[in-house]
């Protein structure tokens, strides 16, 4: 007898088969500004499903491996990866994944919605890129910091092209050296020292504990300026070189000599993201550019760069769920179970339904967020910075814990198959689950938007989104519209208590309810808006969101009946 072999076909055509995806770009970019973008987000998706996704698997199954000495014992420190690896940086960099926002005639197509199209890109790419996605949105991150007017004009011509480049032979990326040990997200206890150098660079010493695309041809570092003080304001940024100066960066495959004073001791054993080279790097004198004057407290400049990481986190998170109900769902469509195909089980399909559900959500909330931040870099404007301010947090903290549950789930959707690793699949959850912690977790941006709501007045532009939700959701559903204008109510006289007294033990236990409560409550109101746009998929999310993260009701049932709608 022979053996049986599950058929497993591929997902659908990640760009062509989202019609949130593409009701969302015709709706923020409008039918001409889709039109633009149609056939730049066609070919990503294209190399996607073909040799992105093998390039992917081959990076997967060779991780980056430490050369500390060449055959002679020099000490080199040179950090191997895969050609698969490689092929992920030259399609990140050719189809302008970091660089569309920063080039002109983007600009001068979509405006401030070059983000809103960079976004889209990412949401194909960033699934099945062996999390290359990282270095990207580090590359991101630093190009918007060195994008700031004080920082140095001659340090900016020299490293912004090449962040910002779509050539694969010239394109780097950075890497993030900001964590030490002995305080993790606690920058103020960073020991990392900076000293002037007589050439107008500086020199840093210190060691940095969790420094991710160690590999990158540059990294970002935070350092103490000799003679600062305490705490984390004074921390400054700072542009290291990862290999010599004078050494040809290529194509980042061979880039030469390691910078003098950079000590890579070792990469790390990670749960997931196991294609990304992450690594514990000393610091002895190395040379160092600073971004911006270090005399002036930097931590504010630092955090244009972690605004950006953190929505690119949002990204991350939301493609992967959508991704992983692609895969869950095309597997369903062939499996057969008690007599028929799964996906004709009223409880898979329920099950499949609300991680539907789910996906949307988190999708509509990187999109806000990626919206904003090109509306706060083309035209300053001042509504979308102070909405970013407490958005940026709240995509990344809740989009991080949906996606560790959605792949948990799909991850199950494919039963025994789902736990083998050659499958693929585990890499599914083992990936997701960095997504809560890199970048602040759940408690740490929980207590940072408590700041943005007490210090800044974050919530007002939060709370009017919300009301004005309300009354388009009154259409479409009245219990909607109601279930929205209480949640806005309440929100509000929670918001108001914890002013009075931010700092009370109950005020900052309770700050990862309120954090979750506003996120839940700000995605049903971005579905809402979109719904009111004309998008069918939107407005059946919205209802079955608002009930099950704001009213907490069951909505299996309707998930079943909907399953076709909502993937």
Not at 195 to 211: I, M, Q, V
Not at 524 to 546: I, K, N, S, Y
Request: charged share 20%.
């Amino acid at each position: 007898m022979s053996r049986f072999v599950q058929p497993v076909p591929p997902p659908v055509d990640p760009y062509a088969g989202d019609g949130l995806l593409r009701s969302w770009l015709e709706r923020h970019l409008g039918p001409a500004g889709h039109a633009a973008a149609k056939g730049r987000l066609a070919d990503l998706a294209a190399d996607v499903a073909g040799p992105l996704r093998a390039a992917h698997a081959d990076a997967e199954a060779h991780p980056p491996t430490l050369v500390r000495y060449d055959a002679w014992g020099a000490r080199v420190d040179r950090i191997d990866t895969s050609a698969g690896w490689q092929a992920q940086r030259a399609a990140a960099a050719r189809h302008a994944v970091v660089a569309l926002p920063y080039l002109p005639d983007a600009r001068g197509t979509w405006g401030a919605a070059a983000r809103v199209v960079q976004h889209a890109l990412l949401h194909l790419y960033g699934p099945e890129s062996a999390t290359f996605s990282c270095p990207v949105a580090m590359a991101d991150g630093a190009a918007a910091l060195l994008s700031l007017p004080e920082v140095d004009n001659g340090i900016r011509d020299a490293w912004l092209p090449r962040l910002i480049s779509t050539d694969p032979a010239e394109a780097i990326t950075s890497g993030q050296w900001m964590t030490e040990a002995q305080g993790g997200s606690d920058l103020g206890r960073s020991s990392t020292i900076g000293r002037p150098a007589a050439d107008g660079s500086w020199r840093l010493t210190g060691e940095k504990w969790f420094c991710s695309a160690a590999d990158a041809a540059m990294a970002v570092a935070l350092a103490r300026p000799e003679g600062a003080g305490r705490g984390s304001r004074v921390l400054a940024p700072f542009l290291v070189p990862r290999y010599a100066v004078d050494s040809p960066l290529a194509d980042g495959t061979a880039p030469g000599a390691p910078a003098p004073g950079v000590t890579v001791h070792r990469l790390k054993d990670k749960l997931g993201t196991r294609a990304l080279p992450t690594a514990e790097i000393g610091l002895h004198d190395a040379y160092a550019l600073p971004l911006g004057d270090p005399a002036v407290p930097g931590l504010v400049r630092a955090m244009t760069l972690v605004v950006v990481t953190r929505v690119h986190n949002a990204a991350a998170a939301a493609g992967g769920m959508r991704r992983g109900l692609a895969y869950a769902r095309a597997y369903a469509d062939v499996r057969h179970v008690a007599g028929g195909p799964l996906v004709s089980s009223p409880l898979h399909r329920a099950t499949l339904g609300t991680l539907a559900v789910d996906a949307a959500g988190a999708f509509a909330l990187a999109g806000h967020a990626f919206a904003l931040l090109g509306r706060v870099e083309v035209g300053a404007d001042p509504v979308a910075a102070a909405e970013l301010r407490i958005v940026a947090p709240l995509a990344k903290l809740a989009t991080g814990r949906l996606a560790v549950s959605s792949a948990s789930e799909y991850v199950e959707s494919f039963g025994g198959a789902g736990y083998v690793e050659d499958t693929g699949v585990p890499r599914l959850l083992r990936d997701a689950q960095v997504l809560p912690i890199w970048e602040g977790t759940t408690n740490v941006l929980a207590l940072d938007v408590l700041r943005a709501l007490t210090r800044e007045d974050a919530g007002a532009p939060l709370l009017a989104r919300l009301a004005a939700a309300a009354d388009l959701a009154r259409p479409l559903s009245p219990v909607l519209a109601d279930t929205l204008a209480a949640t806005a109510a309440q929100l509000g006289e929670t918001i108001a208590a914890v002013t009075v007294d931010p700092a009370s033990p109950g005020v900052l236990a309770g700050a990862r309810g309120l954090a979750l409560r506003l996120a839940y409550a700000l995605t049903t109101a971005l579905l809402v808006e979109h719904a009111a746009w004309g998008d069918e998929q939107a407005a059946l999310a919205a209802r079955l969101w608002a009930r099950r993260w704001l009213r907490h009701e069951e909505i299996a049932e309707d998930a079943h009946h909907h399953l076709d709608l909502l993937c």
